[in-house]
């Protein structure tokens, strides 16, 4: 399969791709990112994602490396050049190249625009059924994580610990004792009375793209959504649990440090939300499917 990436302009096999040394995302994570699935050669949700990345770089005051029109074409045309079919998009924007100083370069840099795609597989139905395994620990995070920023330490540290524990994902838990999302993805509960429970977006958590399209799933479908924190106790005790992003889709938790949640099997409300998510992906037409 070929494998091209694009860096600042041009296109390139990936194993000439290269950023410069003095790039401050790679000296001091002073960027952001976005990761975007392609079912079918089609990017999902693609103005969402754009919606996110231009509200990061705002945050940051970094400026938008081209026009949205043109970044559209980039991807595009990156999806068709490593014939990808199923898989992600990963796009970085940095401030840009300028000898190593904490503060801002002076005005004129150029930020940084760097793209590469990977096959991937959404989940299958035996992903579903084992489901995944959550630990919690302490949400050790900066204090904007909303800002989709590269700078991922404690969630790579997170996820690793994770994965040492034989868990899938783990959970950050504020002060209070309050989830407030996984390593990599959004969380929910549903409770005995049906009802969807996530926590309202705040400065503590990424407003995640999936996130927002399952919300809309739960409504359509007559589930009563509820925006309010949790905490570990009731999701370990709640009717079900899943997480989503946007390589999970809609997960089912069936366990919580090493506690199965209820029976510990995918519960039919997080299948139902599956299953509407998966018509929203797969079944509309055009940009955005």
Not at 174 to 186: F, Q
Request: aromatic share 8%; hydrophobic share 40%; glycine share 8%.
């Amino acid at each position: 399969m070929p494998r091209y990436a694009y860096v600042n302009g041009r296109y390139l096999p990936r194993a000439q791709a290269a950023v410069d040394v003095e790039d401050r995302g790679y000296q001091f994570a002073d960027g952001v990112y976005e990761v975007i699935a392609v079912i079918g050669r089609r990017p999902v949700d693609l103005e969402p994602h754009f919606d996110r990345l231009d509200r990061s770089l705002a945050e940051l005051d970094i400026d938008a490396p081209c026009g949205r029109p043109a970044l559209g074409l980039i991807l595009r045309r990156l999806v068709w050049l490593n014939k990808l079919h199923d898989g992600i998009v990963y796009i970085q924007v940095s401030r840009g190249v300028a000898p190593r100083n904490h503060a801002f370069p002076p005005f004129g840099t150029r930020p940084s625009l760097v793209m590469i795609t990977a096959p991937r597989r959404p989940p299958g139905e035996d992903a579903v059924s084992r489901g995944a395994s959550v630990i919690c620990m302490a949400d050790n995070r900066w204090g904007r994580p909303d800002i989709k920023s590269v700078s991922l330490l404690p969630n790579v540290l997170a996820k690793q610990q994770a994965v040492q524990s034989g868990a899938t994902e783990a959970w950050f838990v504020d002060r209070d004792g309050l989830v407030t999302e996984g390593s990599a993805t959004n969380a929910w509960i549903v409770t005995k009375n049906r009802e969807v429970v996530t926590r309202p977006l705040g400065r503590e958590l990424l407003a995640g793209i999936t996130r927002a399209a399952v919300a809309e799933a739960a409504k359509m479908n007559n589930f009563k959504l509820v925006e309010r924190p949790f905490t570990v106790e009731e999701a370990k005790s709640a009717a079900e649990a899943f997480i989503t992003s946007t390589t999970s889709f809609v997960m089912p938790v069936t366990s919580i440090d090493g506690d199965p949640v209820a029976d510990g099997a995918p519960g039919p409300v997080t299948r139902a939300l599956l299953e509407a998510y998966r018509r929203k992906v797969y079944g509309a037409e055009g940009e955005g499917a």
